[in-house]
């Protein structure tokens, strides 16, 4: 059962040339053929850059103004900001030497320990899963926005269905979809940004807003440091799904070139998106807008993108808002359950998971893993009908997961990062490497235990412990699958001498 190398093994797609990655399946073992290398420069990037665009600019992002004053809110978003860029380099660096799916439980296991591994794999896995469920159901009740007399479970179902279906045909078939469906969040945040510029500099609105929010009672800054700590959070949230870079690498056509160049995009796009979308929203509505925390609770009509949209003279602004959120949402789901069903194959393939997880397709899609995933999906969205307090525990497991992959992410890095230059290697021998070590993985590691331990400090201040547990669960369970999989197999923390650092030969030149 165990892997006892604990190396993570890399998956069984072929390189371009058509040479066998290692670690796949062997001449005659037909029982898999493996992922394929499928996926394009362009479907990465995108899928990378859509990762992190979604509900959380759309809708909650006006409420850091809110809480902490738009120069608190900017301060949020760009040290967060930062902290990815640098967690992102790291990911970068160990996706290049070792491009595989599944990445984070491999790099794990590889760099750290098998238990690591274990416990990280399979947590990200039924995060990924649950999410999907919490997407469907969100997507139901965007589409009763226009038909509000149709029941939702049945929208539920469809949008299942279809995510289900585009995932099991071909991985380019997934890389496409995710593109467009990017592609339409990045025009919208575009076409926002230019509509607000014009509206700042009375380009398009008379008088001119001009930056009078900025300096509005208590701004820029209110609240001061809890303030913009507490905002963190939000902002944190904002991020999450930019590690899918990771997962792609394993069914990229070139992750040495691919996933760089993703990076480097994803970085300079973050800044603008994020940093100039907030900067926007901060001088079009005061921090004291009433509207701003509605957006956050879901109300499309409060959006600050609708509501931006609307004084710009944009009478459907709330249908439009609503069609894009929407978009946003699918595109959630339809990554969400590549990588849950990524993540479940790797597991599978470094023997952490029932080998049926492991076979794939004649076109590369480990369809097990897949079925699987959506029945998860499905069984989680119907203890939201049946069941509606399982299902908020079920969603509260899943919600610091993110956060606590970006650890091992950081964690695998310095590890690898300390072991390639212990054994002898210099850093130029790496494809790509990440820039300002150790300050990367060392930033990213801190903030990202500060951000999981400041979820809920009211809960403590008063010991509700239902809240702390609601809050915080999914913490003892990656440590019950840590601790439970060392006991079972006695597995240690590898040397830095003894951590294997060879590159992959999976045709990264």
Partial sequence: MTDKKGTGEPDSGRSPDGSQVPGGPQAGDTRSSGVQRNLKTRHVSMIALGGCIGTGLFMTSGSTIAQAGPG????????MGIMVYFLMTSLGELATNLPISGSFAAYNARYVDPALGFAMGWNYW?????????????????????????PGWIWSLIVLVAIFLINALTVSAFGETEFWLSLIKVVTVIVFL??????IFGIMYHPAVGFKNFTYKEAPFVGGIPAILSVFLIAGFSFQGTELIGVTAG????????????????????????????????????YTSPNLLSAADGDIAMSPFTLVFQRAGLASAASVMNAIVLTAVLSAANSGTYASTRMLYALAKDH????????????????????????????TFASSIFGQKIYLWLVAASGLTGFIAWI??????????????????KVSELKYHA???PLGPILALVLCLVVIAGQNLEAFATWNWQEIGVTYISVPLVLVLYFGYKIKNHTKIIPLKDIDVSPADSGTE
């Fill in 435 to 437: 820039k300002l070590f």
């Fill in 352 to 379: 952490y998971a029932p080998k049926i997880f492991e076979r794939t397709t004649r076109h590369g899609i480990p369809l097990a893993a897949l079925a699987a995933t959506a029945f998860v999906s499905l069984a």
């Fill in 408 to 425: 091992g992410i950081a964690l695998s890095h310095y590890r690898f990062r300390r072991a390639f230059t212990l054994q002898g290697h």
């Fill in 251 to 286: 069914e990229s056509k070139d992750p040495g070139k691919a996933v760089p160049k993703a990076i480097k995009d994803v970085f300079w796009r973050i800044l603008i998106f994020y940093i100039l979308s907030i900067f926007v929203i901060a001088a079009l509505i005061p």
């Fill in 194 to 199: 230019v509509i607000g510029f014009a509206m």
């Fill in 72 to 79: 608190g809110g900017l301060v949020a978003y760009l040290a």
């Fill in 126 to 150: 039924l995060n990924w899963a649950i999410t999907v469920a919490v997407d469907i159901s969100t997507a139901a009740l965007l589409i009763q926005f226009w038909l509000p007399d149709t």
